[in-house]
């Protein structure tokens, strides 16, 4: 038999710090938890990382005819399915998944338009050796190999796809003999992607062609001119949009544009002197690119611009507002090694509510050395 007394003094001597007495009308008065540190953030976590590609076939919607491109009655794309392995194990081998800290939180993300879905691998990597399933796919029509060429009116049918994508991971979960096999938390769901899958991210968790899935998302440089202001009018997902201050390619007010349409809770981070293409693992400036969107467009990206604006009721000539930053430039590492630093606890507060991330979030982000911050706190019930 417990004896009663003992066990209290046993309780106050762990929680002696709190103030715990014996006395009936005692309060403890909880310590705070610290803050995750910088240096934890951008670390790389406990797990390994492993990687499966798996060939996705959704047979219930059409692949639109594109140029020479006949089109096909179905949509097939290739997964990149990166999970937590044993530590150890080398990277990006179709290992055996570590279930030891399971299920973990799926993240969705998105690559750019005429980009591939490995174009962000270190970023992908990050996230999994913290416990995170991620998935990335190759678009049908916005990869840069997609039949006939990339069209970026296309990404009006990535929701769908992202739709898919989580239904066919959830199932692999729900299946005692897959090798994702109880590894994803149904209840959480993130999604982060680059430039046009920055704009894929806002317009799968907002508007019409939302996920009421997803929890969570951090676009990167996010064409946020093509985003309706009004897009997160009935809805509340938290968000962290990422962009660079010297970007050329979207442009730090278009990137602007897609914090201010985002619901709230929401973080803006501007990384001072990063551009655009650099949040990916590709080494070149921005200025290297030339013609870049009109040569993979095929002298179509205008036109394509236009049709995805009226598809999602956005106004076009909003990317005509132009301000460009001055900053200095700094190198790539650095500009992946803040992107890495500022989303981990991100979607560590919002996907695992991780108490010492959100205190990062509040205390550590606003002050950290080389960005540009800005946020809004959720609203109160009760408040307008």
Known sequence: MFNTRALMALFCVVLIAAGCSSGSDAELTPTPVPATTVEEAAARGAYGVGLRTLDMVDPSRPTAPNRDYAGSPQREMQV????????????????????????????????????LK???????????????????????????DAAGGPRLYATLDQPEDVRFIIDELFAMSSDATAFLSGAIDQELVGMTGHSGGGLTTMITAYGPLRDERIDAVLPISPVGCLVPPDIAVDASVPAMIVGGSIDILVGPASIKKAYEAASAPKYFVEVVGAEHV???????????????????????????????????????????????????????????????????????????????????LEDTLPTLTGIRFESEPAIEEGEE
């Open 80 to 115: 990149d399915v990166w999970y937590p392995v044993a530590a150890g194990t080398p990277d990006d081998q179709d290992g055996r998944l570590d279930a030891s800290g399971g299920p973990y939180p799926l993240i969705v993300f998105a690559h750019g338009y005429s980009s």
């Open 118 to 144: 490995n174009q962000s691998a270190s970023y992908l990597r990050h996230l999994v050796s913290h416990g995170y399933v991620v998935a990335a796919p190759g678009f049908p029509q916005t990869r840069l």
């Open 278 to 360: 650099r949040f990916g693992d590709i080494d070149i400036a921005d200025s290297q690119l030339g013609d870049i969107l009109g040569e993979t467009s095929q002298g179509a990206i205008t036109d394509d611009l236009i049709r995805f604006a009226e598809g999602v009721g956005a106004d076009p000539t909003v990317c005509l507002d132009r301000a460009d930053g001055t900053d200095e430039l700094i190198s790539a590492d650095r500009q992946r090694e803040l992107l890495r630093t500022v989303s981990l606890p991100f979607f560590d507060a919002y996907l695992k509510g991780d108490a010492a991330a959100q205190r990062f």
